[in-house]
């Protein structure tokens, strides 16, 4: 490793290689979120123009934490083009009213406000001796909450926009009987919080679209709603598999058909999901088809575990995800609450695996029902698309072929980290000729 803030050249360029430190919410590897899958192909595209620094925000809540209790060493894979890591502390307190008041004066989301950012303002200060380029910033709290200890080129992942997932959330909620007086009260006091919280995500949003160097979205739709001339679209993606696990192809019997729903499920939009696709959409799904079953997988929480009935089965985090993949008839992506777009969208149409989602599962994806997959949005019309697919072989095979293509050419990981190194490239030098 060279010098402290002295510029690396690459031999193949004529151009020093840029200095940048990321600053992220989680360690990327293993790559079993759409977060950390993102974040891993994000350091990959910077790492092709610079060379990089992670600093991971622990949130000292016992996340991250190994079988010993102990804080876990983060290590880049070998390969990976992170060159040091480094980790600031970010206590998350239990939510309580004496937390109100501190939000209230703060002027920021309750998210942002309620984290002590003491440690992490100090760390990225004693960081910014390094002599860096540029500060990536991986999410858009700790930008908004510490994001002025540095006048550095700067880009913000905005990889959700957080109001529209709250508004999406607000939608979903279900409300208690009028009988249940505590339930109706609590429920009016933390619609009144997040409805204050909906408006202080939009501003800072806003925020970084007009103050930051760049500020990054995951479709064109959110840039739409963003606005911003420093507002850039980087897509999700995913690396195209060279041998598909999925079997379009395959039988399925005309009683059964095995689906599967794979993503985080301590994520409040993936716990909801498997609520509705359980609750709602599998008692009409069985009257078709009594013998359908349902997997669901990735880390659950109690709210999603319950779920587990004899068709029914949380699996829990796997290493191995192609082989859930391989085993299933249909992916389903039944979100009603969230932001950004679905990575788990493209992991199925890499491998062929037929999908039915609902319209905000596939949101600034591009997909049209029918072609690439199936939309539904109501727990009948959900329910009716998984069995119009597997009960048609040919039409499996006709919207995989579709959904391969279209995740091919628009959100292979491959074509868009060059990209994410030339928004780099451009940001430090637009900022340089200031």
């Given at each position: 490793?060279?010098?402290?803030?002295?510029?690396?050249?690459?031999?193949h360029?004529?151009?020093?290689?840029?200095?940048?430190?990321?600053?992220?919410?989680?360690?990327?590897?293993?790559?079993?979120?759409?977060y950390?899958?993102?974040?891993?192909?994000?350091?990959?595209?910077?790492?092709?123009?610079?060379?990089?620094?992670?600093?991971?925000?622990?949130?000292?809540?016992?996340?991250?934490?190994?079988?010993?209790?102990?804080?876990?060493?983060?290590?880049?894979?070998i390969?990976?083009?992170?060159?040091?890591?480094?980790?600031?502390h970010?206590?998350?307190?239990?939510?309580?009213?004496?937390?109100?008041?501190?939000?209230?004066?703060?002027?920021?989301?309750?998210?942002?406000?309620?984290?002590?950012?003491?440690?992490?303002?100090?760390?990225?200060?004693?960081?910014?001796?390094?002599?860096?380029?540029?500060?990536?910033?991986?999410?858009?709290?700790?930008?908004?909450?510490?994001?002025?200890?540095?006048?550095?080129?700067?880009?913000?992942?905005?990889?959700?926009?957080?109001?529209?997932?709250?508004?999406?959330?607000?939608?979903?909620?279900?409300?208690?009987?009028?009988?249940?007086?505590?339930?109706?009260?609590?429920?009016?006091?933390?619609?009144?919080?997040?409805?204050?919280d909906?408006?202080?995500?939009?501003?800072?949003?806003?925020?970084?679209?007009?103050?930051?160097?760049?500020a990054?979205?995951?479709?064109?739709?959110?840039?739409?709603?963003?606005?911003?001339?420093?507002?850039?679209?980087?897509?999700?993606?995913?690396?195209?598999?060279?041998y598909?696990?999925?079997?379009?192809?395959?039988?399925?019997?005309?009683?059964?058909?095995?689906?599967v729903?794979?993503?985080?499920q301590?994520?409040?939009?993936?716990?909801?999901?498997?609520?509705?696709?359980?609750?709602?959409?599998?008692?009409?799904?069985?009257?078709?088809?009594p013998?359908?079953?349902?997997?669901?997988?990735?880390?659950?929480?109690?709210e999603?575990?319950e779920?587990?009935?004899?068709?029914?089965?949380?699996?829990?985090?796997?290493e191995?995800?192609?082989?859930?993949?391989?085993?299933?008839?249909?992916?389903?992506?039944?979100?009603?609450?969230?932001?950004?777009?679905?990575?788990?969208?493209?992991?199925?149409?890499?491998?062929?695996?037929?999908?039915?989602?609902?319209?905000?599962?596939?949101?600034?994806?591009?997909?049209?029902?029918?072609?690439?997959?199936?939309?539904?949005?109501?727990?009948?019309?959900?329910?009716?698309?998984?069995?119009?697919?597997?009960?048609?072989?040919?039409?499996?095979?006709?919207?995989?072929?579709?959904?391969?293509?279209?995740?091919?050419?628009?959100?292979?990981?491959?074509?868009?980290?060059?990209?994410i190194?030339?928004?780099?490239?451009?940001?430090?030098?637009r900022?340089?000729?200031?």
């Amino acid at each position: 490793m060279s010098g402290v803030g002295e510029p690396i050249q690459d031999e193949h360029s004529r151009t020093a290689r840029l200095r940048i430190l990321c600053i992220a919410d989680e360690f990327p590897w293993p790559e079993r979120t759409g977060y950390r899958i993102r974040l891993a192909n994000v350091l990959r595209g910077l790492g092709e123009v610079g060379v990089l620094d992670l600093m991971i925000l622990h949130p000292e809540n016992g996340q991250d934490l190994g079988a010993d209790g102990a804080e876990q060493e983060y290590r880049a894979p070998i390969g990976e083009p992170v060159e040091r890591t480094v980790v600031a502390h970010v206590p998350i307190p239990s939510a309580s009213l004496r937390g109100v008041i501190p939000w209230i004066a703060s002027g920021l989301p309750r998210r942002v406000a309620w984290r002590d950012w003491s440690g992490a303002r100090s760390a990225v200060s004693k960081e910014l001796s390094n002599g860096y380029d540029l500060i990536w910033w991986s999410h858009l709290d700790a930008w908004a909450a510490i994001g002025e200890v540095t006048t550095l080129p700067c880009i913000v992942d905005l990889d959700n926009l957080e109001d529209q997932k709250m508004l999406t959330s607000r939608m979903a909620q279900e409300r208690p009987p009028l009988r249940d007086v505590k339930a109706s009260i609590r429920l009016a006091f933390v619609s009144e919080l997040d409805r204050v919280d909906i408006r202080r995500w939009h501003r800072s949003q806003r925020r970084a679209s007009l103050q930051a160097d760049g500020a990054i979205v995951c479709s064109q739709q959110d840039r739409i709603a963003l606005g911003g001339e420093k507002t850039y679209v980087i897509e999700n993606g995913y690396v195209t598999p060279e041998y598909p696990v999925g079997h379009p192809e395959r039988q399925v019997d005309d009683k059964g058909g095995a689906l599967v729903f794979i993503g985080l499920q301590t994520y409040e939009p993936n716990i909801d999901g498997s609520r509705f696709l359980v609750e709602q959409v599998l008692p009409i799904l069985q009257e078709l088809r009594p013998e359908v079953s349902i997997r669901i997988v990735g880390r659950a929480g109690p709210e999603v575990c319950e779920l587990a009935r004899p068709n029914v089965e949380i699996v829990g985090e796997v290493e191995n995800i192609e082989a859930e993949l391989a085993s299933a008839d249909l992916a389903v992506v039944p979100l009603r609450i969230g932001a950004g777009t679905r990575i788990k969208i493209l992991e199925a149409l890499a491998h062929r695996l037929p999908i039915v989602t609902t319209s905000l599962g596939c949101e600034g994806l591009s997909l049209v029902s029918g072609v690439h997959c199936e939309i539904a949005d109501s727990a009948k019309a959900f329910a009716e698309s998984c069995d119009l697919l597997l009960g048609d072989t040919g039409k499996r095979i006709e919207i995989t072929e579709a959904g391969a293509a279209l995740q091919i050419e628009h959100f292979d990981w491959v074509k868009i980290r060059s990209r994410i190194g030339e928004l780099a490239q451009t940001v430090c030098g637009r900022s340089s000729e200031r």
